[in-house]
């Protein structure tokens, strides 16, 4: 009895959201990059990030908000894809790991990612506000620079990689313990490059350029966008 069809058209909701998530959150990123040249912006003096940030308006406080719905998003659909009966009943440590990890991952990275919502619009204001002393501007420069590193670098960066990268590398083994072939290939070296990259913030930590690991960063996450495509395009065909 072929049951192909059938496990299609089960899992043909997954599928799609599977797919759509990876465009979806690609369309923010793509934004960012073209109106506020994130991610480079990031590397750049507070001042500088800080009246480019307030030239933005409206706009780019409502892309940052998307790109953090977008990451929040993951949360179910990370849960979704790794918990099944058939995952829990066959390798339930696996499945339980890929949705802890990943449901953490979305989580960690939109708190990241909020702090241009409902921080960085008001040190924005502060700093290019006609009116401000020096002392005013240099304590909107400094506590901008310290909610990016705690708020951007060590949680939505550096956490929320390192946990994406988990998720990536445990739904691959589950793929491929289920005899997938390219799609968990994909999956891992994804991960790979997306732990790899979360040495950047270690490396402007340790006072080095992190330019190599955010580049690879990048690409991890490219990698990811694929790997959700070809897992989606697998459960759309009932695999």
Known sequence: MDTAFPAARRNAPLGAAAIAFAIAFNIPFATLSATFEYPDVLRRPAGEVLTLFHAGGAPLILTWH??????????????????????????PALAAGAAITGSLAGLAQAIGLWRWVFVVPSLASAYVDPAATEAARAAAENTFALINLYGGVAIGEHLGQLLTALFVLLLALLQLREGGRITPIIGFVAAAAILLGTNEGLAIALGRSGE???????????????????????LLRGR
């Open 212 to 234: 190599f690991f955010g580049l690879v960063t990048i690409a991890g996450f490219l990698g990811l966008s694929a790997w959700l495509v070809a897992t989606g395009v697998g």
């Open 66 to 91: 998307a790109f953090a719905i977008a990451a929040l998003m993951f949360v179910p659909l990370a849960i979704a894809l790794s918990l099944d009966t058939r995952r829990i009943a066959t390798h």
